[in-house]
C-alpha cells in the first residue's frame, strides 16, 4: 500500500532543512574508503529473524550491544532484508501478496505493524535517533533495483523532470530468489535520479550503513556504478556493502573501487561445510585485503539464530565449540568485517567471550599483511603483523574430518628464528620455539598465537 500524499508532504516539510544541508557536501569517490579504515563490526538482524524482524528487537539488540560491546569496537545495528513489508512470516518469504509500504516516488518505508516510530513519514529517522544517542550507528539493507509495484503503477521518479519508473527497468536479471524488484537498466534518464533519490531519503533517516543485495551474482557493475555516484553526492558517510557472494574475483579492481565491502560467498550458517567453502573461496581474496574495503566472510552465525529465521528451527549455533573458535579465529585474521547473526540478549557467556577478546579484536584492528601459507591436507595457516608492536599472528586449522597429531609452520616462513609465544584465546604463554611451530588439533579445531620475536 502507499503512504498517503499528505503524509508524504509531512515528510517533505519535516525533512527539508536537513536535506538542504545535506547536499552541501559531495564526497569524491575514493573518499568512502575513509569510512571504514577497520573492518566494520555490529549486528545484523537476519541469521536471527531473518525478514520479520520489530523494532523493539531491533532496540533491545542495540541496547545489548551498548552494555556488552560496544567498548571493544562494536558499534553498527542493521535492519535486514524486506522492513517495508507488513505481512512476511517467519521461515521464509510471503511470496503470495505482499504488502509494501512505500512513498509516491516508489521507496520503500517501514512497515508501521513493526515499526511503529516510523508514523506520520518519518521513516527511520526515530529509531535511528535512538540508536545514535548510544553512540553506535544505524544500518540497512535493500535489494537493488525499482520496485515491481512502481513500475505498474507508474510512479514518478523524484528528481527526473517526469520520467516515470516504468522507463528505466529491464525484466532481465530480476533477482531469482525475490521477486520484489526488477533491474534498473543503467544506462536510461532517470536511473541515477532514482538511487539519488534513494540515498537522498536515506540521508535525512540517519543512515550510517546499507547492504544491498542480489549485486554480485551475477555482478551489476551499471547498479553498482549508480548507488557508488548516489552514495558520493547524498552528503552523508554511509559504508556499501554489497551482497551476496561469490563476487567474481574477475571483479576484484572494481568492487574494491566502489563498495567497502563485499561477500565472498553465499550465506554463512551454522554448519560445517559452509566454513570450510568459505576458507577455500577465501584464498583468492588475500591480496584484496585493504583499508576501507574488505572481502566479507558474511554473518556470524553463532548464539541463538533463526528465531524467525530463514534456515532453520530456533536454536543455539550447531558448530561445536572448536568450530566456533575456528570460524570466529578465521574472520579475525582475515580481517573480515564482523556481523553478529545471533540474538545478542541471548547470548551466554561462551558465545560473549567469543566476541571481545581484547587480543583477538587488537589483532583485527591493526593487523597486516595477511596472507595464507598453505591449505593443503586438511591443514591451513594464516599469518599478519602488527606494525605497531612488531607481533606476529599465526592462525592454524585442521579443517579435515579426523585428529591431526602434527599442523608445522617454520618460523623462517614467517620471517623470525625464535619466538615466544602465547594463546591468544586463552592468554596463557606457550613458552619459547625455535625452528618451527607445531601443534595437535583435534578435529575442525584452530590455534590462534601471537609471536615476539627473540633474539
Known amino acids: 500500500m502507499r503512504i498517503k500524499n499528505k503524509i508524504a508532504l509531512v515528510l517533505g516539510v519535516v525533512l527539508v532543512s536537513v536535506s538542504s544541508n545535506a547536499q552541501k557536501t559531495v564526497f569524491k569517490n575514493a573518499e568512502f574508503k575513509q569510512w571504514a579504515q577497520t573492518p566494520p563490526m555490529g549486528w545484523n538482524s537476519w541469521d536471527c529473524y531473518g525478514s520479520t524482524v520489530e523494532e523493539h528487537e531491533v532496540k533491545a539488540n542495540a541496547d545489548y550491544m551498548v552494555k556488552n560491546l560496544k567498548k571493544s569496537g562494536w558499534e553498527y545495528i542493521v535492519v535486514d532484508i524486506r522492513w517495508f513489508v507488513e505481512n512476511d512470516k517467519a521461515g521464509g518469504y510471503n511470496q503470495k501478496d505482499p504488502r509494501y509500504v512505500m512513498d509516491q516516488y516508489g521507496r520503500y518505508f517501514p512497515a508501521l505493524n513493526r515499526f511503529p516510530s516510523a508514523k506520520d513519514g518519518q521513516g527511520f529517522k526515530p529509531l535511528a535517533d535512538y540508536i545514535h544517542k548510544k553512540g553506535l550507528k ?11 509495484k512502481a513500475v505498474e503503477e507508474k510512479l514518478p521518479i523524484k528528481g527526473a523532470n517526469g520520467i516515470t519508473a516504468d522507463k528505466i527497468y529491464t525484466t532481465a536479471l530480476q533477482c531469482e530468489w525475490l ?20 540515498f537522498e531519503l536515506y540521508a535525512q533517516w540517519g543512515v550510517d550503513f546499507i547492504k544491498i543485495d542480489d549485486l554480485s551474482r551475477p555482478y551489476h557493475e551499471g547498479e553498482i556504478n549508480l548507488i557508488r555516484k548516489a552514495i558520493d553526492k547524498c552528503g552523508r558517510k554511509i559504508v556499501l556493502s554489497t551482497s551476496p557472494g561469490e563476487t567474481p574475483i574477475s571483479v576484484a579492481a572494481h568492487v574494491s573501487s566502489h563498495a567497502n565491502m563485499w561477500r565472498m560467498v553465499d550465506d554463512v550458517w551454522d554448519t560445517w561445510p559452509h566454513i570450510t567453502h568459505l576458507m577455500d573461496v577465501a584464498q583468492k581474496w588475500y591480496p584484496h585485503i585493504a583499508a576501507g574495503t574488505w572481502p566479507d566472510c558474511d554473518m556470524i552465525p553463532l548464539g541463538r539464530i533463526s528465531l ?23 574472520f579475525n585474521i582475515f580481517k573480515s568485517p564482523l556481523f553478529f547473526g545471533g540474538d545478542l540478549p541471548s547470548n551466554d557467556a561462551f558465545t560473549l567471550s567469543l566476541l571481545t577478546n581484547k587480543e583477538v579484536l587488537k589483532m583485527h584492528r591493526e593487523s597486516t599483511d595477511v596472507k595464507q601459507l598453505f591449505q593443503k591436507d586438511g591443514k591451513v595457516a594464516v599469518t599478519s603483523k602488527n606494525p605497531k608492536d612488531g607481533s606476529i599472528y599465526l592462525a592454524l586449522f585442521n579443517i579435515s574430518d579426523r585428529d591431526l597429531k602434527e599442523v608445522s609452520v617454520r618460523l623462517a616462513d614467517l620471517g623470525i628464528n625464535n619466538a615466544e609465544i602465547t594463546n591468544m584465546w586463552t592468554g596463557k604463554k606457550v613458552g619459547a620455539v625455535k625452528g618451527e611451530v607445531t601443534v595437535s588439533l583435534k578435529e575442525h579445531a584452530s590455534v590462534l598465537y601471537k609471536l615476539k620475536a627473540k633474539k
Not at 526488477?182 to 539519488?196: F, H, N, R, S, V
Not at 524467525?308 to 570460524?327: F, I, N, P, V, W
Open 179 to 198: 521477486k520484489d524488484n526488477y533491474t534498473i537498466l543503467a544506462d536510461k534518464p532517470g536511473a541515477q535520479e532514482y538511487y539519488d533519490s534513494l
Open 308 to 330: 524467525r529465521g530463514e534456515r532453520g528451527e530456533d536454536r543455539m549455533s550447531r558448530l561445536t565449540k572448536d568450530e566456533q573458535y575456528t570460524l570466529i579465529t578465521f
Open 138 to 148: 544505524f544500518g540497512i539493507h535493500i535489494m537493488r533495483g525499482i520496485p515491481k
